[in-house]
């Protein structure tokens, strides 16, 4: 073999230790624990999303409502409230509301605004004046006076009765007639010494005698049919006299309670017109109060239950009691009946009755004048939520629907309470796909949603905003109590922060996960009787919560130890490769290696994808294979027509397969298959390649990286064994430790690859080679093998076509 | 009914309801040109025997119904009759010592204008019972008992006494000939009784007026009035249950005494 194409000198080398990980620096930030640093409350390193929230809040126009986005477990909610903690002193404490009896139209409840705090001050007036109420009307209804009053009334009109039916019968007595009661009515009848007269005796009365008798009685009957004609006249003057007594009696008693309840709310007009409103109900409708005698005439002695009053009573629907300021309320859950209120119905006698005292606020009536903070997934998965929220923000006002109603699962009289003037910002959090989907689906909510405040995944890893980051580890410490963190706890919590950013030069700003670290670090040390959380201590939690969720990463693992799955880590194969992918399950991502295998002979120039013709492959997947067949075009073989079949296949993958990091894999194991050079097992290969032959970056390296060193570690280390990763790819290491400490001692190795032809070299020993001027490749070169075979296969298939056997099968 | 039935079991008495269907009104149907007044805008109807005869059964029927409903919780006897005859011999016959005769004042004033409602009064009163008024309206169904006494052995202290104990209420005596602080039988009624005894004086004259019956009666929120017969004016009770809208209990003079017994 010509030297030209051995591996050269310049070949690639390993990663020195510090691109593999990258350690805290801390030396700006003079601490021995966390305990003496100074908290950090607010946003940090969210400056973007900061000056969005200002904006949003402070901007006082309709629509301009909050849609925050950004990473899960960041924490937004507390975030925003802390930043408008600060605004919400700054801004009046608003109205209260409660929701009065409507006299009129006891279905629309009216709705009366008061000044902050003094709803509960008009219930309490409207409260003690009830109870007032409720002693003073039974006592003045059986005083002496009502009562004698009220006889005098009844005796009136006996009186006038009595001496109508008493002259009538008195009138009768002088001409020997009787008044009698039939069953169903009245009669006259001759008598004589007070007892009818016998049928007999009437008989045989001479006939003058009987007819003027007759005469007599008929013209009694028309005074008797008078004077009962007249008794409903006299019953209803009855009743408009004692209305009146009532009336007067009910003035009376609650005159000087109404002027009592009033003399708090001189300066409140609206509630001094519900209280004469009340005043002017309880006259006129007093006998709803005054319960019927024993018999059923409508006396007035006995009172009726005090629930008579609740008419009177105030429905408190929000008050601001104590804080000076805008309410800031965060709703978990916005069912619709917890969003804009409820009406509740109590059973009476089977049937469902509600009244003004069964309107309950919403989150949104106590968020008014203030900030209503809801999760937008929460929102759009309870039905009619989101539409009912729309509605609200563009009529400016909350009007509590029964929605029981409107779906006919209630039949039953409902209420219309006054809508409220709505004077709140709503800000809503949600991750970013839901909010780009939204906004796509959802042309109103850039209408109602003008404000978006997007926050970072991660911060530049700068020394000063690694000093920052400590703060907030101190921070977060101090809020949930834990014990204190010494310098190298930081560090490694920090590092942890870089890891989970996947990136070397940053750090994550996903403050649930580092809390979650906390948290278990504080135990760990709790454990070991330690007051200081050391790194040990978070060491051993970062392993912990590994070896936690890891159990499906052992069973892979060891189901390629025991050979169930074939990985092999030593030795070298034509047309097979390691390549590496990333499982993610339940926020534990773990690498595996997968045998990736190469076939190739004469075809139509098709690169055959297996996973894609069983539809295993995802299209990022198939994309990256059929990019191979534009690098294969591009740079061999110009001259000559594609005449290659080749088929990639993923050994023992019985999923889905997604993403592009293997195709670099996929192309060395196809180029290994054309130049028919065996490619080294020991080494595994990620990273996506471009028709160019350039290596691109990955996502989830490091766990790769450990995926491979695993399996190596596990059946021990030669030496030889190491990783390929894309160049770019170097800035995202934060690899394990035991990995770092494997390269140090020279038993593993990652390598950056930039291109194919270096790639190419490092698993065949043989350099790639460049075409040279002459327009060939070096010979012996890995290239000038691949392009000599395709040019044979393009032989091959001109031989058929010669021949007239016609083409080659189409594969 | 409610009352009569009350007042039974409360003094353990048997009821005993009783419609008498008037024979005078069997004597008019006989007359040629007799007809009624109904009412309820029912206008003049001729009476017929028959007709008469099914209306009252018909009322009959349903009054007794409406008496077995209401006298049912009771815990002694009861008994509905119907009876054919005058008034005034059906309830001399029927009536004995120890009897309550219960009269309700007709709501309307035409009833109280017929002559059943004459004979009624005079029949009770001239009965062998004690007589019972009770007034179209109630207003108090708690409350003390009231004795209205001549003097201090009056047998209507005794009666109300007895009343009083059986509905755990204070006996209030307003004695109409003027207090005697040293009567030693008031006294010595309350001691052996247990009974509260409130004593109010009035003149005996006044009571039919209703406002001076009022002021006689001060600030009592009385239930039952128990006066004696003969020793008021004859208008005296009927008086006091319009005016005070509570029933008035009219005993005998004799039987006071077995009545506190």
């Keep these: 073999m010509d030297t030209a194409v051995t591996a050269p000198g310049t070949a690639l080398q390993p990663l020195r230790l510090a691109q593999l990980y990258r350690a805290t620096d801390l030396s700006s930030l003079l601490f021995s624990t966390t305990a003496e640093l100074q908290p950090i409350e607010g946003l940090v390193g969210q400056a973007r999303a900061l000056e969005a929230i200002r904006f949003g809040t402070q901007v006082g126009k309709d629509g301009f409502n909050l849609f925050v986005i950004g990473p899960n477990g960041a924490r937004m909610p507390d975030a925003v409230k802390a930043v408008l903690a600060e605004e919400a002193r700054a801004r009046p404490s608003p109205s209260d509301w409660v929701y009065v009896n409507n006299f009129v139209d006891a279905e629309r409840p009216v709705a009366i605004e008061l000044p902050t705090g003094r709803a509960r001050t008009f219930h309490d007036a409207m409260h003690k004046l009830i109870d007032d109420l409720k002693a003073a009307l039974p006592a003045v209804f059986q005083s002496e006076d009502y009562q004698t009053r009220r006889g005098a009334i009844d005796e009136s009109l006996q009186k006038k009765q009595s001496e109508a039916f008493s002259a009538l019968r008195d009138k009768a007595a002088e001409k020997d007639i009787v008044l009698l009661r039939t069953p169903l009515g009245f009669a006259l009848a001759p008598a004589k010494d007070g007892q009818v007269v016998p049928p007999d005796e009437f008989s045989n009365w001479p006939e003058s005698k009987r007819n003027e008798i007759r005469a007599t009685i008929e013209a009694l009957e028309k005074d008797l049919e008078h004077i009962i004609h007249q008794l409903p006249q006299w019953e209803t003057q009855r009743r408009d006299e004692v209305r009146q007594l009532n009336r007067d009696t009910a003035k009376y008693a609650v005159d000087q309670l109404i002027e009592d309840a009033k003399s708090t709310f001189r300066d409140l007009a609206r509630v001094v017109q519900h209280i004469e409103t009340v005043r002017t109900d309880l006259v006129e409708n007093v006998a709803m109060f005054v319960g019927k005698s024993e018999s059923e005439d409508g006396d007035t002695a006995e009172f009726r239950p005090s629930n008579v009053f609740d008419r009177y009573e105030i429905n408190v629907l929000v008050t601001q009691s104590g804080d000076k300021q805008a309410p800031i309320i965060e709703e978990l859950h916005p069912a619709l009946a917890n969003l804009i209120g409820r009406i509740e119905y109590i059973p009476v006698r089977g049937a469902l009755v509600t009244n003004f005292r069964l309107i309950k606020a919403g989150a949104i009536h106590r968020a008014n004048g203030g900030y209503l903070l809801l999760d937008a997934r929460s929102v759009l998965l309870e039905p009619f939520s989101w539409a009912a929220l729309k509605r609200m923000l563009r009529q400016g006002k909350v009007a509590i629907e029964d929605i029981g109603r409107f779906l006919g699962f209630t039949s039953t009289v409902s209420l219309e309470p006054d809508p409220i003037p709505l004077n709140v910002k709503v800000i809503l959090f949600g991750d970013r796909l839901l909010y780009f989907l939204l906004a796509a689906l959802d042309p109103e909510l850039a209408e109602y949603f003008k404000v978006l405040a997007d926050f970072e995944n991660d911060l530049a890893r700068t020394p000063e905003n690694e000093a920052t980051l400590a703060r907030l580890v101190a921070t977060l410490a101090r809020r949930d109590g834990l014990k204190p963190l010494d310098r190298e706890a930081v560090a490694l919590v920090l590092e942890h922060a870089a890891r989970s950013a996947e990136h070397a030069g940053k750090l994550s700003l996903v403050t649930e996960q580092l809390r979650e670290i906390l948290i278990e670090a504080d135990f760990g040390a709790g454990e070991a009787k330690r007051s200081v959380i050391s790194r040990a201590d978070v060491d051993g939690a970062l392993l912990a919560r590994i070896r936690r969720a890891a159990r499906l990463r052992d069973r892979t693992q060891e189901a390629i130890l025991e050979k169930v799955a074939l990985i092999d880590t030593a030795g070298a194969h034509v047309g097979q490769i390691n390549g590496l992918s990333v499982i993610e399950l339940g926020g534990f991502s773990f690498g595996r290696p997968t045998r990736i295998t190469c076939q190739v002979r004469p075809g139509s120039g098709k690169v055959v994808d297996i996973e894609r013709e069983v539809e295993l492959g995802g299209p990022v997947h198939s994309k990256g294979v059929l990019i191979l067949s534009g690098f294969l075009a591009g740079r061999y073989a110009l001259d000559t027509p594609m005449s290659l079949f080749a088929s990639l296949v993923f050994e023992q993958s019985y999923g889905g397969v997604e993403g592009d990091s293997a195709s670099s894999a996929e192309l060395y194991a196809l180029l290994s298959a054309l130049a028919d050079v065996p490619l080294r097992q020991d080494l595994a290969v990620t990273g996506s390649v471009n028709q160019h032959g350039e290596i691109q970056a990955i996502g989830g390296v490091n766990e790769k990286i450990e995926g491979f060193f695993d399996i190596c570690e596990k059946r021990g280390l030669t030496g030889t064994q190491g990783v390929l990763i894309p160049q770019a790819n170097v800035q995202h290491l934060m690899l394990r430790k035991d990995v770092i400490d494997a390269c140090a001692t020279g038993r593993f190795a990652v390598y950056p690859v930039a291109t194919i032809n270096e790639g190419i070299a490092l698993l065949t020993g043989i350099a790639a080679g460049d075409r040279g001027v002459d327009g060939n490749y070096p010979i012996g070169g890995i290239n000038q093998r691949v392009e000599d075979r395709l040019r044979a296969f393009a032989s091959v298939r001109r031989a058929f076509a010669s021949q007239g056997a016609g083409a080659l099968p189409v594969n | ?261």
């Design chain 2, 1 to 261: 009914m409610r009352v009569a039935v009350e007042l039974a079991d409360l003094l353990h008495l048997d009821l005993l309801g009783l419609l008498i269907e008037d024979t005078s009104l069997r004597d008019l149907a006989k007359i040629p040109f007799a007809r009624e007044l109904r009412s309820l805008g029912g206008g003049w109807r001729a009476i017929h025997l028959d007709q008469l005869s099914r209306d009252f059964e018909l009322s009959a029927r349903s009054i007794e119904r409406m008496f077995t409903n209401a006298a049912s919780r009771l815990s002694t006897r009861y008994q509905f009759e119907l009876v054919r005859g005058t008034l005034a011999e059906t309830i001399a016959s029927i009536s004995r010592t120890g009897d309550i005769v219960m009269i309700f004042e007709p709501l309307n004033p035409a009833e109280r204008a017929t002559q059943q409602f004459t004979w009624l009064l005079q029949a009770a009163f001239q009965s062998a019972g004690a007589v019972m008024l009770v007034p179209t309206q109630i207003t108090r169904t708690k409350g003390p008992i009231v004795a209205i006494a001549a003097a201090a052995d009056d047998p209507s202290i005794h009666a109300a006494a007895a009343i009083a104990l059986a509905a755990k209420e204070e006996l209030v005596i307003i004695e109409a000939d003027g207090l005697d602080a040293n009567d030693p039988h008031i006294s010595t009624f309350a001691a052996n009784t247990g009974l509260t005894i409130k004593r109010l004086s009035a003149a005996k004259i006044a009571l039919p007026d209703p406002a001076i019956c009022a002021q006689a009666f001060r600030q009592t929120q009385e239930r039952l009035v128990v006066m004696t017969r003969g020793a008021f004016e004859d208008t005296a009770a009927s008086a006091i249950a319009a005016a005070r809208r509570v029933p008035v209990l009219v005993i005998e003079p004799l039987s006071g005494a077995e009545a506190g017994h």
